[in-house]
């Protein structure tokens, strides 16, 4: 698109003047008279793609620089307000106006550096800031996930036994810790099962009852409290928080969100949530978490701490270091931050994300909370090469992964509407113990639904040898040399017994994970949805593989099978399947590929898994545009403007401004309205900004200023400056006013933006849409002729677009 098209202009001069027009985005703001911060400059990283340098915002002398500066850039001044430029609950931030702070900080900075020792340590200071809040927040994150990592194992195996030399060890460390070469679950000396700890045999009816019985109350009580401890301490530390983290990194504020007793709630929560057996993982939580420290460590730093668009650097990398350490995953980590939940993503972000993933993985390494050489969940050894017809079976399984995801997706947020709309919302702990009783109940009979989703997903991932005794390799194999090749054979029994289990399995990881995803407890999607296709690409490998055995000659083998070596690897099926699940329920492409191979070290498995993240993609799209992210976000009416989505609508400005022609706009002037005057307007009128006119009659703009700066300013006024009453007139202009008898006036220029982003009534509304995207914007103001016509917020924009889309505008909630 021709950046030329942006109709851009300056607000008119008080002595309404016409606006000139500007002749591109890039183009600085030079009006070198206004105090505000609320500048837009042409050093957009990440929010315009003509990105620029340090180049200075606007002209200024070294006098209005210092002015400017000790007002706005963080410094101490006798004249600042607390609480100016700062933001309200549920609103959306102004990343241009932050901006403008950060670069006229910077430069007050640089400019002071010359003066003395000390303001030269603070500039350096100012530069490496960034690079140490992302370390503390690596190395906080590498050890939160460890133990964590730690709990859940340690929990998980609570609901069957419990080591009695060392009752902190889990069920495989206490088996190593004995004299057993090898670990057997069913054969290990130091690990007793409830049954057997209550004196019974663990053989026999009884002890089988008495074990379910345990697994079953063991579950409830896990469940039970982490629901509870959401529900009195931290509300919002419930669900994956993925959506709400995209939400907050598009500039939303949500107090509270990425809060010290969120992450206290989060973490606990989510050792027990995972412990109790509830379908759900903990892997997206795990970037709720990171996030949150991210958000606590970054006050440390008052550049990124009293910043919102700054803060959201330090978001982005730390979403990164969350994956990093889920997974053990640090490219995946930052390519996961860069694809899907990041909004603004400079380049020095990118280098910063890539440090603190590689510091949280390293941390995790260190503590090696999975007791094995490797950092990566499912670390696979697969020696055969993929063939080249098996591209066709990886693209049906891509295939099959779309379709899942998509009923997946449209089943969830069906229920979650259910939930918000009807009175089951009100009892959120009850939901929480009759999802939790129910799944215990029909997981326990299932060995594959028994044990652990990871445990699982290991297990089917894995290649048949020697050494595994599972009923998925029970083949007709005779194994005389431990160095010989594997050969291809026919399955046995115990293999169509384990797929018709998986095949239940399946069904019932499905819907259990359907009504789980979005209760009142920690839970996570990733390791759900890589369990689901991990079941179905196994069961398709096997059959594959069975057809390689019986038809080694055919030509999907291309004589790769005559030989009679094992030429098929199901797991490596089961690796694919479950890239394609994960990636048709969050449409998720590069990243998922990265985070696939850097999960199971299968490097060589790149193409298929490309293969079959595509074509899952392509079904996924093709079926419903959204993934559960995006559709959670909807459902929620959070206002988030997706930069993916395209506007193909020929509305213009003036078809979605407020308030329409002819009706009447709630604007300010610049010096004839007392203070009364305008408590009254706040009173009356809820917007989050007003447009400053010269006079009701001419209409000509001076300038925007906001709610919450003018609220904070006229109670300030009235405490601080004597004679200041209900009578004084506001004056935003910057002459002495005549003397007069009455009460003294109120100066608020200062808070006045002069240069808001200004667009006529004829502009086509897909060019504001890409302003709104490409710049951050939180509202426009529309003129004709010079002449103030309406405002048009994000809020506007979101609901025109679900209007033109068929959909409900209503559904949109917040600012």
């Known amino acids: ?97 932050d901006i403008a702070h950060d670069r006229m900080r910077h430069r007050y900075l640089v400019k002071k550096k010359q003066d003395s020792l000390w303001n030269l340590i603070q500039g350096f200071h100012d530069a490496w800031s960034g690079w140490l809040c992302v370390l503390l927040v690596g190395l906080c994150t590498g050890v939160v996930a460890g133990v964590i990592d730690i709990g859940a194992s340690w929990m998980t195996d609570l609901k069957f036994g419990i080591c009695l030399q060392a009752f902190w060890l889990n069920q495989e460390q206490c088996c190593w810790s004995s004299n057993e070469t090898a670990f057997d ?187 094995n050489e490797h950092s990566v969940l499912f670390y696979v050894e697969y020696n055969k090469p993929w063939i080249f017809s098996e591209l066709i079976s990886f693209i049906g399984l891509g295939i099959v992964g779309g379709i899942i995801g998509t009923l ?80 291809i054979a026919e399955a046995g029994p115990r293999v169509h017994r384990a797929i018709y289990l998986l095949i239940i399995a399946l069904v019932l990881k499905l819907c259990t994970t359907i009504f789980t995803f979005g209760i009142k407890v920690p839970c996570g999607l990733f390791i759900p949805s890589l369990c689901l296709g991990a079941i179905v690409g ?53 990243s998922l590929v990265v985070i696939m191979f850097e999960l199971t070290g299968g490097v060589r498995y790149i193409v298929p898994l490309m293969a079959a993240a595509m074509a899952s993609k392509w079904v996924g799209d093709a079926l419903g545009k959204q993934g559960i992210y995006d559709a959670h976000i909807a459902l929620n009416g959070y206002p988030f403007l997706d930069s993916k989505d395209e506007f193909q609508h020929t509305s213009l400005a003036a078809d979605v401004m407020q308030p329409k022609r002819n009706d009447m706009l709630s604007v300010i002037t610049q010096d004839s309205m007392t203070v009364d005057d305008i408590e009254t307007l706040l009173k009356e009128t809820e917007h989050n900004g007003y447009p400053v006119v010269v006079s009701r009659e001419s209409q000509y703009l001076v300038g925007l200023v906001l709610r919450r700066d003018l609220y904070l300013s006229i109670s300030n006024a009235k405490r601080m400056i004597e004679g200041v009453c209900g009578q004084s007139v506001v004056l935003f202009t910057s002459g002495n006013p005549p003397q007069t008898l009455g009460p003294p006036p109120l ?38 002729n010079g002449r103030l016509l309406g405002v048009i917020t994000k809020k506007d924009v979101l609901r025109h677009i679900k209007q033109m889309d068929n959909e409900d505008p209503s559904s949109i909630l917040f600012n």
């Open 538 to 590: 196994r069961i398709w490998g096997i059959a594959i593989e069975q057809m390689a055995y019986y038809y080694p000659k055919s030509w999907m083998f291309t004589g790769e099978c005559s030989t009679g070596d094992d030429c098929i690897t199901p797991g490596l099926y089961a690796m694919v399947g479950a890239a394609a699940v994960l990636g048709g329920v969050t449409r998720m492409t590069v």
């Open 185 to 371: 679950s069913g054969n290990c000396s130091n690990w007793y099962s409830w049954a057997e700890v209550l004196g019974a045999s663990n053989e026999g009816a009884g002890s089988y009852m008495i074990s379910y019985l345990f697994y079953i109350i063991q579950a409830l009580l896990f469940a039970a409290l982490s629901a509870s401890l959401v529900r009195m301490f931290a509300p919002y530390a419930c669900g994956s928080g993925i959506p709400e983290i995209k939400t907050i990194l598009s500039g939303f504020i949500i107090r509270g969100y990425l809060g010290k007793w969120t992450l206290i709630i989060k973490c606990v929560g989510l050792i027990l949530s995972v412990s109790s057996g509830l379908s759900l993982g903990k892997e997206g939580p795990m970037v709720h978490i990171a996030c949150c420290i991210g958000n606590i460590l970054s006050y440390l730093f008052p550049k990124y701490g009293r910043n919102e668009a700054k803060k959201r650097e330090i978001l982005s990398a730390s979403a990164a270091a969350g994956v990093s350490v889920a997974f053990g995953a640090p490219i995946g980590g930052v390519l996961f931050s860069l694809e899907e939940v990041s909004y603004y993503f400079p380049l020095k972000t990118l280098w910063r994300s890539f440090f603190c993933a590689l510091i949280a993985a390293f941390i995790l390494r260190s503590i090696n909370p999975f007791g």
């Open 408 to 487: 997946f997706i449209k089943a969830n947020i069906y229920w979650c509407r259910y939930r918000k709309l009807s009175k089951l919302g009100q009892y959120p702990v009850t939901e929480v113990l009759v999802v939790t009783v129910i799944t215990a109940i029909i997981s326990y009979p299932n060995k594959y639904t028994r044990m652990s989703t990871s445990q699982l997903i290991y297990l089917l991932f894995s290649q048949c040898g020697i050494s595994n005794t599972d009923d998925l390799c029970d083949y007709n194999r005779n194994f005389t040399d431990v160095n010989m090749a594997i050969e």
């Open 1 to 97: 698109m021709n950046m030329e098209r942006f109709p851009l202009k300056r607000s008119g001069s008080p002595l309404g003047q016409t606006s000139s027009t500007y002749q591109s985005v890039n183009h600085k703001y030079t009006n070198s008279r206004s105090n505000t911060g609320s500048n837009f400059n042409d050093d957009m990283s990440g929010i315009s793609p003509t990105g620029g340098g340090d180049t200075p915002v606007r002209s200024v002398d070294d006098e209005e620089a210092m002015q400017y500066s000790v007002s706005y850039g963080g410094m101490q001044d006798s004249t600042e307000i607390p609480g100016i430029g700062q933001y309200d609950d549920f609103h959306t931030i102004d990343w241009q106006r």
């Open 747 to 784: 100066k608020l220029k200062k808070i006045l933006d002069m240069a808001p982003i200004t667009i006529t009534d004829q502009t086509p509304m897909e060019t504001v849409v890409d302003m709104f995207r490409k710049l951050g914007l939180r509202q426009t103001l529309v003129t004709h």
